[in-house]
């Protein structure tokens, strides 16, 4: 997932943080988040179990919903995350395409559609993430459901002031935000990441810059509904417990969840 061509900041992060991306987000509970993307999919009425992972980095969201039961392909723009992902135990139970979410190749009529994690923060503006929308509805069932998280607003300005030093024997990341512009939530964020080359060598340095784009729950709604999907439910998350509404001050995220319409000419086998 990523932001315009002329500002490809996500892709140039993953390039750069791919093949250590695991490592850095290693406290990160996927079997968990798998598990909350089910319940809420089967509370809607998810239709079936044919899945597309969209944004699915290096697979550890694919792979727990696989294991949940779910027929999964994974897409991801990133072509070293996707290959991780390929490396993977149960790698074999997934697809795995290198691809744009904004121009989603024909890869099959799915039940459900989710983006974990928040990929969707890298496209800079409506009109990109619009774009994203049109692609998902033609991978999607007449009754399908699309469920997506984002940052609050909230998060975003607190991200902004934060700096966070993980280290392990061998790798230091030292993460920095900073306000890119307060009035519209956007921040950007630099990592530097330090790997030792060898127990008594040196250690090796890279740094990987992108911004986080905030969007606000009216307007995606609005986007959704001009995209053939009716919005059923904003929830929040606080605390690391789901909520009935999202506050966009005090939580940490929201998720939307939204049904694809029936449409002229549209396959809903």
Same mark, same amino acid.
């Given at each position: 997932?990523?932001?315009?061509?002329?500002?490809?900041?996500?892709?140039?992060?993953?390039?750069?943080?791919?093949?250590?991306?695991?490592?850095?987000?290693?406290?990160?509970?996927?079997?968990?988040?798998?598990?909350?993307?089910?319940?809420?999919?089967?509370?809607?009425?998810?239709?079936?179990?044919?899945?597309?992972?969209?944004?699915?980095?290096?697979?550890?969201?694919?792979?727990?919903?696989?294991?949940?039961?779910?027929?999964?392909?994974?897409?991801?723009?990133?072509?070293?995350?996707?290959?991780?992902?390929?490396?993977?135990?149960?790698?074999?139970?997934?697809?795995?395409?290198?691809?744009?979410?904004?121009?989603?190749?024909?890869?099959?009529?799915?039940?459900?559609?989710?983006?974990?994690?928040?990929?969707?923060?890298?496209?800079?503006?409506?009109?990109?993430?619009?774009?994203?929308?049109?692609?998902?509805?033609?991978?999607?069932?007449?009754?399908?459901?699309?469920?997506?998280?984002?940052?609050?607003?909230?998060?975003?300005?607190?991200?902004?002031?934060?700096?966070?030093?993980?280290?392990?024997?061998?790798?230091?990341?030292?993460?920095?935000?900073?306000?890119?512009?307060?009035?519209?939530?956007?921040?950007?964020?630099?990592?530097?990441?330090?790997?030792?080359?060898?127990?008594?060598?040196? $250690?090796?340095?890279?740094?990987?810059?992108?911004?986080?784009? $905030?969007?606000?729950?009216?307007?995606?709604?609005?986007?959704?509904?001009?995209?053939?999907?009716?919005?059923?439910?904003?929830?929040?998350?606080?605390?690391?417990?789901?909520?009935?509404?999202?506050?966009?001050?005090?939580?940490?995220?929201?998720?939307?969840?939204?049904?694809?319409?029936?449409?002229?000419?549209?396959?809903?086998?």
């Amino acid at each position: 997932m990523h932001p315009d061509a002329s500002n490809d900041s996500a892709q140039s992060f993953y390039r750069g943080l791919g093949a250590h991306y695991d490592a850095i987000t290693r406290v990160q509970d996927y079997t968990r988040w798998a598990r909350l993307y089910r319940d809420l999919l089967e509370k809607h009425g998810v239709p079936g179990r044919r899945l597309l992972d969209v944004g699915c980095g290096t697979g550890r969201s694919a792979l727990e919903l696989a294991r949940l039961g779910f027929t999964v392909t994974g897409v991801d723009l990133s072509p070293e995350m996707i290959a991780a992902a390929r490396r993977k135990d149960g790698a074999d139970q997934v697809v795995f395409v290198t691809a744009d979410a904004r121009s989603l190749p024909a890869l099959g009529t799915f039940d459900a559609v989710v983006t974990m994690g928040e990929p969707l923060t890298y496209l800079p503006g409506e009109d990109e993430l619009a774009r994203v929308f049109p692609g998902v509805r033609r991978s999607l069932r007449a009754g399908g459901l699309f469920l997506f998280d984002l940052p609050t607003a909230g998060f975003q300005d607190r991200a902004a002031a934060r700096q966070t030093i993980d280290e392990t024997d061998a790798m230091v990341v030292l993460t920095r935000g900073r306000s890119a512009d307060p009035a519209a939530h956007t921040t950007e964020l630099t990592v530097d990441l330090f790997t030792a080359t060898g127990r008594a060598g040196p $250690w090796s340095r890279v740094q990987e810059r992108a911004r986080l784009h $905030w969007f606000a729950p009216q307007r995606v709604t609005e986007l959704l509904t001009a995209h053939g999907f009716a919005v059923e439910h904003v929830y929040g998350l606080y605390d690391g417990e789901l909520t009935q509404w999202a506050d966009q001050d005090l939580h940490r995220k929201y998720f939307v969840l939204a049904r694809a319409l029936p449409s002229a000419g549209h396959a809903d086998a």
